[in-house]
């Protein structure tokens, strides 16, 4: 997997948005930057995954740097659900399922 | 769609007993599915990665003989934790591979909190 490079915590207010950086600079041309998020005491949940072009689903936005070096996921509108560790993945080659798990982000959202 | 399920979600075990966890995907068919480890305070670990009908891949460092895995079918996965030990209590999490748009995607189980005494 490339490296991802993520800082180790985060602070948002409720109901601002939430904006989680993370840095793939060795990120080679065919893989996927993924995007987890693992609630204390529960397995991880699929937030998003883009290759190249910004990515928006109901849960999260991606935004991919057009060097591909670095993308941020961005939670509109954080909620007290949202405090979890957010995973920042880029798994070798096209179509490859293996995850390898860093530190990720954790996120704490301050009512 | 995509949910992962896992069976049990805790389980309390006397030392030197095994301990059987299932994982299925209840709306998909998962040819792969992957089984973590994950210790307090730690990121998760991959411990096998096993594709239906065929024998599991370990990673390194990680007992074949003792966490016995079984993908009978394509949408259930099967971890047994041989002779457990205190050391082996941990978090076990299942993943199953599925399709997210254009591109494979895991979708991971609720994970399985074994405690051996």
């Known amino acids: 997997d490339a490296k991802t490079t993520q800082p180790p915590s985060m602070d948002c207010a409720e109901g601002r948005a939430a904006n989680l950086p993370c840095n793939h600079s060795?990120?080679?041309?065919?893989?996927?930057v993924y995007w987890y998020r693992q609630i204390h005491s529960q397995g991880p949940q699929y937030i998003i995954h883009g290759l190249k072009n910004n990515e928006t689903n109901e849960m999260a936005s991606l935004i991919i740097t057009e060097d591909r070096k670095s993308s941020t996921l961005i939670l509109p509108h954080a909620t007290l659900r949202d405090t979890a560790v957010y995973y920042c993945?880029?798994?070798?080659?096209?179509?490859?399922?293996?995850?390898?798990f860093g530190k990720g982000t954790k996120l704490s959202v301050i009512p | 769609g995509a949910v992962v399920s896992q069976h049990p979600s805790w389980v309390i075990c006397k030392s030197g007993t095994s301990v059987k966890i299932e994982c299925r995907s209840l709306d998909f068919q998962a040819t792969t599915m992957f089984w973590y480890r994950q210790f307090p305070k730690q990121s998760l670990m991959l411990m096998a990665t096993?594709?239906?009908?065929?024998?599991?891949?370990?990673e390194q460092g990680v007992e074949k003989d003792k966490f016995l895995i079984n993908h009978a079918s394509l949408t259930l996965s099967t971890l047994t934790v041989t002779s457990a030990h205190p050391e082996d209590s941990s978090f076990y999490i299942c993943?199953?591979?599925?399709?997210?748009?254009?591109?494979?995607?895991?979708?991971f189980g609720p994970g399985t909190r074994l405690l051996v005494l």
């Open positions: 993943s199953a591979g599925g399709s997210s748009g254009r591109q494979e995607t895991q979708y």
């Open positions: 993945i880029a798994p070798s080659g096209a179509g490859s399922y293996q995850l390898t």
């Open positions: 096993s594709n239906e009908g065929s024998k599991a891949t370990y």
């Open positions: 060795t990120i080679s041309g065919n893989e996927y």
